[in-house]
């Protein structure tokens, strides 16, 4: 069984302040996805990293999949109340499978 | 482009009743997807269809869940009868048949409680 493990779980911070998430798993997925899911909505695509090491950016959030395939990250700069939200990260397995992370629920204070 | 539409929103029932989900998928979205999310945890997968065949109901409880897609469009989740730890939010996503890149696009979800 192949699982995502996302930390922290929970984060409440202020606005402007800088964050991090983790993604982390013991098995190699062929990319991974990040979304965010707001109250009431179902999860949106923000990113899909699929090359080891890649780096990607998508305005103040910068996403990076780890050098094995394993693992992930979300950083966020100067973050803004707009980007509270629960985020999702999830490993593609095959060709369309996702297995989801618990997700971390992100509050920014203003 | 419409999205993904599911119905109802909201429902609350007694534990034994059923109930059934109703979601349509974006037009030519060959895959359709059914996810369970429980409080407090990410989606995960029950069952996913492409066009209207099954292609993984490998975490589908299938003693009291099932999920039909006529016609390769619409399709339904039961579940009969419904237990309390049934409480969740049910999403319906689809996603366009192509190479490795699998963007699924979600559904506003059905809140359902179990009493």
């Known amino acids: 069984t192949q699982l995502l493990e996302q930390s922290p779980q929970f984060l409440s911070i202020q606005e402007g302040e800088n964050l991090t998430v983790y993604c982390n798993s013991s098995s190699v997925f062929s990319s991974l996805q990040w979304y965010r899911q707001e109250p009431g909505e179902g999860p949106v695509l923000l990113v899909t990293v699929v090359t080891g090491g890649e780096v990607k950016k998508l305005k103040r959030l910068t996403f990076q999949f780890g050098d094995a395939r394993k693992d992930s990250s979300l950083h966020i700069t100067a973050a803004q109340p707009g980007d509270t939200g629960l985020y999702l990260c999830a490993g593609v397995v095959g060709a369309q499978k996702l297995v989801f992370g618990q997700g971390t629920r992100l509050t920014i204070n203003p | 482009e419409a999205g993904v539409a599911q119905s109802p929103r909201y429902k609350i029932i007694e534990k034994r009743q059923s109930v059934a989900f109703w979601c349509n998928p974006i037009s030519g979205h060959a895959t359709l997807y059914w996810y369970q999310q429980i409080l407090g945890q990410g989606p995960k997968l029950l069952i996913q269809?492409?066009?209207?065949?099954?292609?993984?109901d490998s975490q589908l409880p299938k003693d009291r869940f099932s999920a039909e897609r006529l016609k390769g469009v619409d399709s339904t989740l039961k579940i009969q009868p419904a237990k309390l730890e049934d409480s969740a939010v049910y999403l319906c996503a689809s996603s366009f048949v192509s190479g490795k890149y699998n963007e699924q696009f979600f559904g506003p979800g059905t809140r359902l409680t179990v009493l």
């Open positions: 269809f492409q066009n209207n065949g099954v292609v993984d």
